[in-house]
């Protein structure tokens, strides 16, 4: 898919939602939620558009082109994290080339089943990888964007394959067979 018009398409959905009048705008309010889907069952994910913009806008992009769909979770540690988002294979869309994300640091915890964005030392380079808590880690408060939370299913995290103590690096990585988002009305 052309890139452009892929982030494009998406930012004028926003646009067309952001001019209707105020009345409107609380039947259109509604929630997103991911669900990914593993091996072992469904993982739904709450994101947080109000807290993280930008980065939810991407991963909602990226979850709608299927580029989650075959990702591993490349790098898992234990009492700590699962991170994924790095593609093992060609996922038709190029990613070295997304824009780098501004960082959206905000007061969102990362606590056991946060959802964080992936990034270098450098604030404002993350770009499609993410990764989910499975402990407080009170060092990433603040100093990473977390963009959701864990509404059902960290326990299948803990399940997934552990990579080396130090980096975490998975040799036979468990991977998303599909992630997707769910609309559910606000009430």
């Known amino acids: 898919m052309n890139r452009r018009l892929f982030i494009g398409g998406s930012l004028g959905l ?16 509604q929630r997103d939620i991911i669900e990914m889907q593993l091996e072992s069952g469904t993982v739904s994910i709450r994101l947080f558009p109000d807290l993280a913009p930008g980065h939810v806008e991407r991963i909602k992009s990226l979850v709608q082109a299927k580029f989650y769909d075959g990702m591993p979770f490349n790098r898992v540690i234990e009492g700590f994290m699962a991170q994924t988002g790095d593609p093992i294979k060609d996922t038709g869309l190029d990613y070295t080339k997304l824009p780098v994300l501004a960082a959206e640091f905000n007061r969102l915890p990362f606590e056991r089943g946060t959802v964080g964005m992936a990034r270098s030392r450098h604030p404002h380079s993350a770009r499609h990888q993410f990764f989910i808590t499975s402990a407080r880690a009170g060092f990433l408060d603040q100093n990473y964007t977390a963009f959701g939370k864990v509404t059902s299913g960290i326990e299948l995290i803990d399940q997934l394959r552990r990579g080396a103590s130090d980096i975490g690096t998975v040799v036979n990585p468990d991977v998303i067979k599909s992630m997707r988002l769910v609309s559910v009305r606000a009430v």
């Not at 067309?16 to 309010?29: E, H, I, N, Y």
């Open 14 to 29: 926003c646009a067309g939602v952001a001019m209707l009048p105020a009345a409107f705008k609380g039947v259109m309010a």
